[in-house]
């Protein structure tokens, strides 16, 4: 069943990779479609630029592919699955646009607007979110909010963790974002209300106050992270069905506590409101518009804040911090 993302074979060892032929001038256009398998951290992603017009280079996109992938690789421990197939087609825009992942073949379908130049490429996230859908298994549509809510916490993290992206780009957008996920008047919990915001921000939250209560919990040597990385290990790709309850007790398991579980009868029947201003206070994120500091090195949670955006390994650094 494919998984659906708005925003959105076996490797063969002998493979070798193609390499798109010529870059692109500003406003050309593609009379064909331009084919490249670019190695990627333990995988292989075979790109499909499709006939249209586009404002950047074949080398801007083998980069941003290139960036986006190592992303993922480095938050979830290696690349979800060994060959992934992405069709990038233009659209009228100057951005990224809307992207699709799917399970069951393993391939992603993204539209690039054909005034984006290198900068939007650099500073995108949807690719990432996409990727991210890849490593993680499909839990069903009454749990959309755990597949849209894991890419939506997860990416801004993943490509911070690389350089990609600020702390202080990271913890604003979350503390701008992360309240469109409150629950509204008529909310039912999680599982029951399939709004917009509950199922991308709904469910980034119950990911945000998870990752907070694992650290917690375990002296922050365990995150989030290790409980998803847990969870790929087991062969949690998207292209398997499981059961939501399957799925987090895998990743209690590897952090040695209840929380996934927890937060999910929490939440998942009735409309919990997440005491954020609580939670910024105790991390030490002040507002954006706040005079001084953005963030507080002696707030009670300062070293759980630091530890979220820090990876296990040291990562390869592969694209700068956007402007």
Not at 245 to 250: F, G, P, R
Not at 266 to 291: C, F, K, Y
Request: net charge neutral; hydrophobic share 40%.
């Amino acid at each position: 069943m494919p998984l659906i993302a708005a925003c959105r074979r076996p490797l063969i060892a002998a493979l070798v990779a193609l390499s798109v032929t010529s870059g692109v001038a500003h406003g050309a256009e593609w009379r064909n479609a331009r084919s490249t398998q670019i190695p990627v951290d333990g995988g292989l992603v075979e790109v499909n630029v499709h006939a249209g017009r586009y404002s950047v280079s074949a080398e801007s996109i083998n980069d941003w592919v290139t960036r986006s992938a190592h992303a993922v690789s480095t938050y979830l421990g290696r690349f979800p699955v060994e060959l992934l197939r992405l069709e990038i087609r233009s659209e009228a825009g100057d951005d990224v646009g809307f992207g699709m992942a799917y399970g069951h073949d393993h391939h992603i379908e993204v539209d690039l607007g054909h005034r984006a130049n290198a900068n939007a490429l650099m500073t995108d996230w949807v690719l990432v979110h996409e990727m991210l859908h890849m490593g993680h298994p499909d839990v069903g549509d009454r749990h959309k909010w755990f597949k849209e809510g894991l890419a939506t916490y997860v990416e801004p993290i993943a490509r911070a963790q690389i350089g990609n992206r600020t702390a202080q780009q990271v913890w604003n957008g979350f503390r701008t974002q992360l309240p469109q996920g409150q629950p509204q008047p008529g909310d039912r919990g999680l599982d029951f209300t399939p709004t917009w915001g509950r199922i991308y921000w709904g469910g980034a939250l119950y990911f945000f106050v998870s990752d907070i209560a694992i650290r917690q919990q375990t002296g922050n040597r365990k995150g989030l992270q290790d409980a998803l990385r847990a969870i790929l290990r087991a062969g949690g790709t998207l292209d398997r069905d499981w059961s939501i309850q399957k799925t987090l007790a895998i990743g209690d398991a590897a952090t040695g506590t209840t929380v996934l579980q927890d937060q999910y009868q929490r939440m998942r029947a009735r409309p919990v409101r997440v005491d954020l201003e609580r939670i910024w206070q105790q991390l030490g994120v002040s507002p954006e518009a706040a005079p001084g500091p953005q963030v507080d090195e002696k707030a009670p949670l300062a070293t759980l804040r630091t530890a979220i955006l820090t990876p296990p390994d040291p990562p390869v650094k592969t694209g700068g911090a956007p402007d």
